[in-house]
């Protein structure tokens, strides 16, 4: 079956240690999200890539980066975790002329000690 | 700008009972709307959605929303809960971007409690 697929399921990491979370597709979709979330809280959008083209939300902290080699692979990097970095972040992807329809991993649950 | 508003961030309902999760949206552009579940430690899944059309719309595990534009509103609804029904609830708008990906904006969740 197609679909978003997301490593690892469950990371830890240490306070100010670099870490990157991957998410890969095989939807052949041309739009892929990165999404952050909090317990009870609704998923807040990062950044998204549009094909190659990189779209930052205006809030998304600098410590958060992304990479997409290619159409399949996108990664999350956050070169320095806090504490209030620890979340469920999403990976989701659509088609390029689809409104709203996206297609979410199961996310990777983020422990900072 | 378009933002939605849940009435009710908890819900709990008794099985065989209907379900009624509350959506407001505000959009100065014809809206997209959408019900996406999540079930603990998983991701997002699309319920249903309104694009044109129908104003009823009906989406996956008998669940069921109707547009009402006088009433802002795309509550969701299903005739007999299911203990597997219990999740967390988003609602979502969105527009069309011409050139641009969409994006969605979510509501806060309500979370859906089944009980026996």
């Known amino acids: 079956d197609a679909m978003v697929i997301q490593n690892p399921r469950y990371q830890v990491t240490q306070f100010g240690k670099p870490v990157t979370l991957s998410c890969s597709q095989t939807?052949?979709?041309?739009?892929m999200y990165w999404y952050q979330q909090k317990s009870s809280q609704a998923p807040k959008l990062l950044f998204h890539y549009y094909d190659k083209d990189f779209n930052n939300e205006a809030d998304t902290p600098d410590n958060f980066q992304s990479r997409r080699p290619n159409t399949s692979f996108c990664f999350l990097d956050i070169r320095s975790p806090g504490l209030g970095d620890a979340a469920m972040y999403l990976c989701a992807t659509s088609r390029r002329f689809e409104v709203g329809e996206q297609y979410f991993g199961p996310g990777t649950r983020l422990t900072v000690t | 700008a378009q933002s939605v508003t849940q009435l009710g961030s908890h819900v709990s309902v008794s099985e065989g009972a209907l379900v009624l999760l509350r959506c407001n949206y505000s959009s100065s552009v014809p809206p997209y709307l959408f019900w996406y579940v999540q079930y603990p430690n998983q991701g997002l899944q699309l319920l249903l959605k309104y694009t044109t059309g129908a104003t009823l719309v009906k989406g996956i595990n008998g669940f069921e929303a109707e547009f009402k534009k006088s009433e802002t509103s795309f509550h969701l609804t299903k005739p007999s809960a299911h203990m597997s029904d219990a999740a967390e609830y988003f609602c979502?708008?969105?527009?069309?971007?011409?050139?641009?990906?969409?994006?969605?904006?979510f509501g806060t969740g309500t979370r859906l409690q089944v009980t026996l």
């Open positions: 979502a708008v969105s527009v069309w971007n011409t050139g641009t990906a969409s994006k969605l904006t």
């Open positions: 939807l052949n979709h041309n739009v």
